[in-house]
């Protein structure tokens, strides 16, 4: 019965994989290659008849069996819908408060924020903008770093990103702050040894100070406060899920901090010290 069962369930996922793949094929056929639509249409009849037609044939087959692979899909589907649904979520309300460089300046103007010396690497996910997290840690910390590099890592869909273009430094138009982008392809290795990824940032940074006039006082400051110390500071954020939320948003963002308090942090993989790593934690309101 079991052997059945399981030979029954291969059929139907076999030929639903045939059948899907023909479709996704179509599609790229039409938006990615271009392809003219005679041939595009000549293809798509073809195989969509014939596997139609065997899919036909098996789809009986479900209640004995073949109900098994769509349960499977359907909890896998589930997984997914709802990191997407929660990831679009935050990211949503990180573009509609993120910080600028303006606000950023404004914050710093405060004389209440002291600047304490060091060096300080900020991670954020935001590239145009700042992450909302920054001003809650210094409107409750009262502090800023000296020197602060605003750290992003970038996915880019290519096997491997050419080692003079991994990162990506600039300066953001206050004293003491830059930014810097860490890009890598699905074929890179994020781990590095926590003083060399250091290193290999300032160095960046050195090259980039040095295009401007009066660079020296600026790169002095830059060692000094590395050797001072580093401190790697990361936001760790959560949804505040209200009586005025939805039925859904409570379901799906319940379900999406579960499965973001089982992901891991990718400051292991660049092996930043644990002594020297600050988790700052935030609320986003959903």
């Given at each position: 019965?079991?052997?059945a069962?399981?030979?029954?369930?291969?059929?139907?996922?076999?030929?639903?994989?045939?059948?899907?793949?023909?479709?996704?094929?179509?599609?790229?056929?039409?938006?990615?290659w271009?392809?003219?639509?005679?041939?595009?249409?000549?293809?798509?009849?073809?195989?969509?008849?014939?596997?139609?037609?065997?899919?036909?044939?098996?789809?009986?087959?479900?209640?004995?069996?073949?109900?098994?692979?769509?349960?499977?899909?359907?909890?896998?589907?589930?997984?997914?819908?709802?990191?997407?649904?929660?990831?679009?979520?935050?990211?949503?309300?990180?573009?509609?408060?993120?910080?600028?460089?303006?606000?950023?300046?404004?914050?710093?103007?405060?004389?209440?924020?002291?600047?304490?010396p060091?060096?300080?690497?900020?991670?954020?996910?935001?590239?145009?903008?700042?992450?909302?997290?920054?001003?809650?840690?210094?409107?409750?910390?009262?502090?800023?770093?000296?020197?602060?590099?605003?750290t992003?890592?970038?996915?880019?869909?290519?096997?491997?990103?050419?080692?003079?273009?991994r990162?990506?430094?600039?300066?953001?138009?206050?004293?003491?702050?830059?930014?810097?982008?860490?890009?890598?392809?699905?074929?890179?290795?994020?781990?590095?040894?926590?003083?060399?990824?250091?290193?290999?940032?300032?160095?960046?940074?050195?090259?980039?100070?040095?295009?401007?006039?009066?660079?020296?006082?600026?790169?002095a400051?830059?060692?000094?406060?590395?050797?001072?110390?580093?401190?790697?500071?990361?936001?760790?954020?959560?949804?505040?899920?209200?009586?005025?939320?939805?039925?859904?948003?409570?379901?799906?963002?319940?379900?999406?901090q579960?499965?973001?308090?089982?992901?891991?942090?990718?400051?292991?993989?660049?092996?930043?010290?644990?002594?020297?790593?600050?988790?700052?934690?935030?609320?986003?309101?959903?």
């Amino acid at each position: 019965m079991g052997y059945a069962t399981s030979l029954i369930s291969k059929r139907v996922v076999v030929s639903l994989v045939m059948l899907i793949t023909t479709i996704l094929l179509t599609l790229v056929m039409i938006m990615i290659w271009r392809t003219p639509h005679v041939l595009v249409a000549l293809y798509f009849f073809t195989f969509f008849i014939m596997e139609g037609v065997y899919v036909s044939a098996v789809v009986t087959k479900i209640p004995e069996g073949g109900w098994l692979p769509f349960a499977i899909s359907f909890i896998l589907a589930f997984i997914m819908f709802g990191w997407f649904y929660g990831r679009q979520r935050k990211f949503e309300y990180e573009m509609n408060y993120k910080i600028t460089i303006e606000d950023l300046g404004m914050l710093l103007s405060n004389p209440e924020i002291q600047r304490v010396p060091g060096l300080c690497f900020f991670y954020s996910n935001i590239q145009d903008g700042l992450t909302p997290i920054l001003g809650h840690y210094i409107k409750n910390m009262r502090s800023w770093h000296k020197v602060t590099v605003f750290t992003t890592l970038r996915y880019l869909l290519v096997a491997k990103v050419p080692q003079n273009e991994r990162i990506v430094v600039n300066k953001l138009g206050l004293s003491g702050v830059y930014g810097c982008v860490i890009q890598y392809g699905y074929a890179d290795s994020l781990n590095r040894e926590g003083e060399d990824f250091v290193t290999q940032i300032t160095e960046c940074l050195r090259n980039e100070i040095q295009k401007i006039s009066g660079y020296e006082e600026e790169i002095a400051e830059l060692e000094h406060a590395k050797l001072i110390g580093v401190v790697h500071v990361r936001g760790k954020t959560r949804f505040h899920i209200g009586n005025k939320v939805g039925w859904f948003d409570k379901i799906m963002l319940a379900f999406y901090q579960v499965l973001h308090g089982n992901c891991r942090s990718a400051l292991p993989a660049l092996a930043t010290p644990l002594t020297q790593r600050i988790e700052v934690g935030m609320l986003y309101e959903a």
